[in-house]
């Protein structure tokens, strides 16, 4: 079953129905096409529109779609209209998450007598589940990922700064293979560690501080996700307790990953070990959130998520510990949920180094 069937499937389209999707994501996911335009499909038929910039890119990534080109007066949605006129589409359904309010007016209206209605997210829910081709592209962004952090440690030294050490670990994971980066490489060093997204800047690293690298290689349009947190030499004896206690935090739930257990039972504990330890309300995300396509997926690990984990899910474990004027600590793996538990997809160290 391709990846359009699953969708026609799980939205329950008629024959007369077809899909307009818009998100970059959804595009690739769908077609494996990575350029702009709009992907267009339904029972029997397949189309990526676009312009002069992509056609050439689309009929290469995307075999066996149609590839419709813009033109003088001929829009992208005069297009769609076109492809769901030729295939005796009645009503059709869009992103409601993506689409502006101003694209939606201009929809209707050049696809009159089509009406619209949301497809409810179906291709994100569809998304979940990664198969192995997926997985194998998640699995190899972490290894390079790893890789860069090993080949990273002998720069991290006293005097350098944040910033520094962002650019030597992003161009580091571009040598050692990524085709991108998955987010924005987050350092946050010494006090900078209670910011959870800190943005790394001009401080210096001194001796005693912990830093926290919050990183992933993007590979054939997937992400990885790790974070570690190192110290400079011996660190203050209350940074050793937060990252004991967060280490515990994501071991133990990282031992709890199965199918069937439900997301806010996982991410429940993780509260439960920080609150015990003495740190209630000190670790104020979730645990954790999918990965694939995007560095941010459902489920999340998270109070609000009561969805069971599903074999093939590929999600992060990541708890921390924040306290302003002091630091932080956040300790994160990317696992696959297996048949009966999960695995890491990450094997960097996660006892505390001390460099
Ligand atoms: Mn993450």
Redesign the pocket.
Known sequence: MTRIDKVLERAGLSKTEGVIIHKPSNIFYLSGYTGEGLLVFGHGFKAIITDFRYTEQAENQAPGFQVLMVGKGVSHVMLAKKVFDENGVTAARFEDDEVTVRAFRKMEEVLAGIPLSPIDLVPEQVRRIKDEEEIAAIEEACAISCKAFDALLPHIKVGVTEKQLQIILDNLLLEMGADGLAFDTIVASGENGSLPHAIPGPRQIQQGDMITF?FGAKKRGYCA?MTRTVSVGQPKEEMRVIYETVLKAQEECEKMLRPGISCKTVDDHAHEVIDAAGYHGRFGHGL??AVGIDIHEEPRLSQFCEDPLEVGHVV?V?PGIYVPGLGGVRI?NTCVITENSARTLVHAQKALLIL
């Open positions: 919050d996700d954790g959130h992060t990541e994160e």
